[in-house]
């Protein structure tokens, strides 16, 4: 039986790419480029609030991206850092959680503990509350990274007599992922014109709809995300079926 992409779509997961591209084209520094991705996720997370979307997860900061210049990192470090502290309070009144997914114990210890207080504070705010939205950061996440971390746990739990070799299935690998208490996407997005999947989601994205779009992530308007959702909606959704 076909599901019908006509439902709600719960999940959407986006590959924001494009800044330094985008900056290069405005004659400015890859700084700006960031700088204008962040301030395009808090404009692209209200329109998934308009659009009644549960979950946003996006790729910020993967395990690759250590290979970057320093200077580059230290700007990124430093604008995650100002991006929660600056927009902290605006996440909050629209009911937005924060979550994260990754090796986020890598970070400079100041990034880290900012990230961690975001998490906590937004948790702590909305606990008992409706939440809105729920948004996943990808900092320091590699697909591949998932899959050994959550395989050397699954063989920790087995050690331990916690569980059997007939416990293993997709649902207790879904279970030791990072993404463990958030859906599966419906749709993943990949912007700037690019058609890979950079290492993202691989396992939890078995069965996702796919789309890609020419449009820089600063550009990547809320017309832009609405024409996503409707090509979407035009699918038939057959889970292998």
């Not at 600056?86 to 503990?113: A, M, Q, V, W």
Request: hydrophobic residues 30%; charged residues 35%; aromatic residues 12%.
């Amino acid at each position: 039986m076909l599901n019908k992409t006509e439902d709600k779509i719960k999940h959407v997961a986006i590959i924001m790419d494009g800044n330094g591209r985008w900056a290069k084209e405005h004659g400015k520094d890859r700084k700006y480029g960031h700088r204008a991705g962040a301030q395009n996720l808090i404009d692209i997370s209200e329109t998934c609030i308009k659009n009644n979307i549960d979950y946003l997860t996006v790729y910020a900061f993967s395990t690759e991206n250590w290979n970057r210049p320093e200077d580059e990192k230290k700007s990124l470090f430093t604008l995650l850092e100002e991006f929660y502290k600056k927009e902290i309070k605006r996440l909050i009144k629209n009911n937005i959680k924060i979550c994260h997914i990754g090796d986020i114990s890598k970070f400079p210890e100041r990034t880290y503990n900012i990230i961690k207080k975001t998490e906590e504070e937004t948790r702590q705010y909305l606990e008992g509350k409706d939440i809105k939205l729920t948004i996943t950061i990808a900092l320091n996440y590699g697909s591949r990274d998932e899959l050994s971390r959550s395989i050397k746990n699954i063989c920790l739990d087995f050690d331990k007599g916690i569980i059997t070799t007939d416990d293993i299935d997709e649902n207790l690998i879904l279970r030791y992922l990072d993404t463990n208490d958030i859906p599966e996407p419906d749709l993943l997005i990949r912007t700037s014109g690019e058609y890979r999947l950079s290492n993202f989601l691989l396992y939890q994205i078995a069965y996702t709809e796919l789309y890609f779009t020419d449009i820089y992530w600063p550009d990547f308007s809320e017309e832009e995300f609405i024409k996503a959702i409707e090509n979407y909606k035009k699918r038939k959704r057959r889970f292998g079926g």
